[in-house]
């Protein structure tokens, strides 16, 4: 959890240095147009700056998340070793498991041989076995109850420490969004600011078009004139 938390929080330190270009290019920008443009590129950058003052702030406060995650790190690391104690109780029994089945298996031998000495040492390892499988299976089972016993109220710490730390999470983002909801209305209006250019734009790119083709006009009369003077 904690390794996915600060893979996000260097993503978004690479896009904090990214938008962080974008005001300073686009008054650079801006301070080689004409007319009416600078002034939509200056308002544009003002909201891009803000942009950037949000994004820098919620990322200032993930800056202790990680911290507060770490409770969760402990909790678990406790459990895990309580964890690992259980396989190793498990391990005794399946050993032990092993041991009466090898001991079986010798006894099968010792009185296929019909030597009492072997049959009487056979049946006494495998009385041993079977005791100490039957101790190690105890001992599992008390160890295993136990750790059953002590996971509830692990369990219960561990989603509350979680539940806690992704609600303040959450607050932040919520908080972070509300920001830049206060902000559309202020993208909208500079928006409008580029579609009347754009507008003004058409319309004297349409002026400058019917000027060409007056003048064009204009220039065929002229000639045709001349051409009836030289007649």
């Known amino acids: 959890m904690i390794a996915a938390y600060n893979l996000m929080y260097q993503s978004e330190q690479q896009y904090l240095d ?12 801006a ?4 007319e009416s443009i600078p002034e939509a590129l200056n308002k ?6 803000k942009h950037y003052q949000i994004a820098d702030s919620t990322h200032s406060n993930l800056r202790n998340f990680p911290n507060d995650f770490q409770i969760l790190l402990t909790l678990e690391a406790d459990f895990s070793k309580k964890r690992d104690v259980l396989k190793t109780y498990e391990d005794s029994v399946r050993k032990s498991n092993n041991a009466v089945e090898s001991a079986k298996v ?4 010792a009185q296929s041989s019909g030597k009492q000495t072997n049959i ?3 049946k006494q390892n495998l009385s041993a076995a ?19 016993e002590d996971e509830i109220p692990y369990k219960s710490r561990f989603l509350d420490s979680y539940v806690t730390q992704v609600s303040a999470l959450l607050d932040l983002r919520s908080k972070e969004a509300d920001e830049y909801a206060n902000l559309v209305d202020d993208y909208l209006s500079a928006i409008e600011k580029f579609t009347d250019l754009q507008e003004n ?22 000639e045709k004139s001349a051409g009836k003077d030289n007649e």
């Open 130 to 148: 079977e005791r100490k499988l039957e101790d190690d299976t105890k001992s599992k089972e008390k160890f295993e109850q136990q750790l059953k």
């Open 201 to 222: 734009s058409s319309t004297q790119e349409k002026w400058n078009k019917e000027k060409d083709e007056y003048d064009q006009l204009w220039e065929e009369l002229n």
């Open 18 to 29: 990214n938008i962080a270009k974008v005001p300073p290019n686009l008054r650079e920008y």
């Open 44 to 49: 544009l950058s003002y909201l891009e700056g």
């Open 120 to 122: 009487n040492q056979a």
């Open 106 to 109: 010798a006894l099968i031998k």
């Open 31 to 34: 301070s080689r147009q004409h």
